[in-house]
């Protein structure tokens, strides 16, 4: 890029005497270069390096820190929009008006102590302008130890943001039970499973189903959407307490897991990248300033977000080069513009995800309405876990929300599943779900253990008999829905079967009553005709 004394040669001998000025030092010079080396000479000095951010403003500090954030250099237009401009002036005026007294931005503050530089680099699109931070300047800014402390976006919420509260619960690992037994199946859970049977959460939350299969792919419990048996089971087998905690590591340390690419509405194009943890970690820096335990306004630190750190997943300030389109309309959101639909919304998926993590409560001004609030809380659980569940001797089975996973699980492979209930999961033993556990190896004798064992030997005698007599025979009865020809007279039946439409007839149920086989009622009706018999249908959906 381009070192101190490069920068300095850039500018006339008044501009270099201000410089020296702030930082103490008097030119002997009155050559502009020999000026500059002088003065580059002096500035390279830690000491006075240390002692010049010392004094510096505050608002001047945070403009060096999104610098050094950004690997010391922004494009000219992201720095200049949070950081202000620098007046363009000639010698005579800027000698006149005093600028460097009067600064009207944090820019000014630092072009004109020498710690900020302005000129065209090369870019992928071409020439741009950048604000730097000289090369060999910027490693004696220790970004950590002169970083002021972070900023308290935003405000308390008003007693209508909280409303109405929802308050940080575990059930993600009930969710994540669920899809780990829908992968298992080789159900489609990537945000398209069945809805029958689904967590409600899952229903009512678009983005969570993915956003947990992802989640559990950075936990390794899946890889190449096949179930790692040994992780998968450590998880379901582990205290929820511990298994909240698995998760909201896995989540937080996470390169892969990217919540822009998550965004409800949202669809991300091209090949251009993004640094989820790093965006992910600024964030929570941010949210870490506030009071644990205050509600806050979420509209509020959105707002300050945007005036004061809106950059903080662009380090070059670029909104341009991210190919991000509405899905309801297919326009693309290019510009500073749109930073509330993307920039915003990632912002408040971040919180959402907190929330499912166990670690932030949400408010809504309206029941059904949207977040407004939210306030940093850890879920500690105060309930214990089931120890019983319930089967009917038809075959219905109930789990509380609180019993086993690890079992839980087991049960799903066999069954089918039903609508879930608040605070339960429900299933049914059906010939077809035990044909599919017989896919996988599973014996129906293993399911009767387990539902002897977690019942406390209470199952009904006939479900018992119908699991062993399954286990030896199979399915031993069978319902089908056909469809029924019923003549007048036998000896229509009989000229009927005669006729080339006799192959379309299945089982005779009596003299006069046939079975149809399936899709040939049109060309038994057309037979009939020829026949001379006019026949009518009622077929019910």
């Known amino acids: 890029m381009t070192d101190l004394l490069q920068t300095l040669l850039k500018y006339d001998l008044g501009h270099l005497k201000i410089i020296a000025g702030f930082w103490g030092i008097e030119l002997y010079s009155q050559n502009p270069d020999r000026a500059a080396e002088q003065l580059a000479a002096s500035l390279l000095d830690r000491e006075a390096v240390r002692e010049t951010l010392e004094i510096l403003p505050a608002e001047a500090r945070a403009g060096l820190n999104s610098l050094l954030e950004s690997h010391g250099k922004m494009e000219w237009t992201g720095f200049a929009r949070r950081h202000g401009e620098i007046r363009e002036m000639g010698e005579a005026r800027r000698d006149r008006e005093k600028p460097h ?252 995800m907190l929330h499912h993590l166990g670690k932030a409560d949400l408010g809504f001004a309206e029941e059904t309405g949207t977040i407004t609030s939210f306030r940093l809380s850890s879920f500690v659980e105060t309930k214990k876990e089931e120890t019983k569940i319930s089967v009917s001797s038809n075959g219905r089975i109930v789990v509380p929300r609180l019993f ?65 007599r399954w286990e030896a025979n199979g399915a031993e009865a069978h319902i089908e829905r056909l469809s029924v020809l019923r003549v007048s007279r036998p000896e229509v039946l009989e000229e009927l079967r005669k006729s080339k439409a006799g192959k379309f007839l299945g089982e005779l149920l009596n003299p006069a009553t046939v079975v149809v086989k399936e899709g040939a009622i049109d060309k038994v009706m057309a037979a009939l005709m020829e026949l001379g018999v006019i026949g009518d249908a009622e077929i019910s959906e």
């Not at 970083?147 to 109405?164: N, Y």
């Not at 129906?444 to 019942?455: D, G, Y």
């Open 101 to 352: 007294l009067n600064p009207v931005s944090t820019s000014e503050i630092l072009f004109y102590r020498g710690l900020l530089g302005r000129a065209f680099f090369d870019s992928e699109k071409g020439p741009q302008e950048y604000a730097y931070i000289p090369d060999d300047m910027a490693p004696m800014i220790d970004h950590e130890n002169h970083r002021p402390a972070v900023e308290i976006l935003g405000r308390a919420a008003t007693p209508a943001e909280k409303s109405f509260q929802r308050l940080t619960n575990d059930h993600i690992l009930d969710d994540a039970t669920t899809l780990l037994a829908a992968l298992r199946l080789d159900m489609d859970a990537g945000g398209h499973a069945p809805r029958r049977g689904m967590p409600l959460s899952l229903q009512e939350h678009t983005y969570l189903a993915p956003a947990i299969q992802n989640l559990l792919s950075t936990a390794q419990l899946i890889r190449k959407n096949s179930l790692q048996p040994e992780a998968t089971r450590s998880f379901l087998e582990a205290s929820r307490g511990e298994a909240l905690d698995f998760l909201y590591k896995a989540w937080l340390d996470s390169q892969t897991f990217d919540e822009l690419r998550l965004i409800p509405g949202l669809i991300c194009e091209g090949e251009w990248t993004n640094s989820p943890r790093e965006t992910r970690h600024i964030i929570l820096n941010f949210l870490k300033a506030l009071r644990p335990e205050k509600w806050w306004g979420l509209a509020a630190f959105l707002g300050d977000l945007k005036r004061k750190n809106p950059d903080f997943q662009r380090p070059a300030g670029d909104y341009d080069s991210w190919f991000i389109k509405r899905e309801s309309d297919g326009q693309y959101l290019r510009g500073f513009a749109h930073w509330d639909e993307v920039d915003g919304a990632l912002v408040k998926m971040i919180i959402q």
């Open 404 to 468: 086993s996973r690890a079992v839980r699980y087991q049960l799903a492979r066999f069954c089918e599943w039903e609508d879930q209930r608040k605070d339960e999961y429900i299933y049914q033993i059906t010939a077809s779900s035990l044909k599919r556990a017989h896919a996988q190896g599973l014996r129906a004798e293993q399911l009767l253990s387990i539902l002897v064992k977690h019942t406390h030997a209470n199952v009904a005698p006939a479900l018992v008999r119908a699991l062993k």
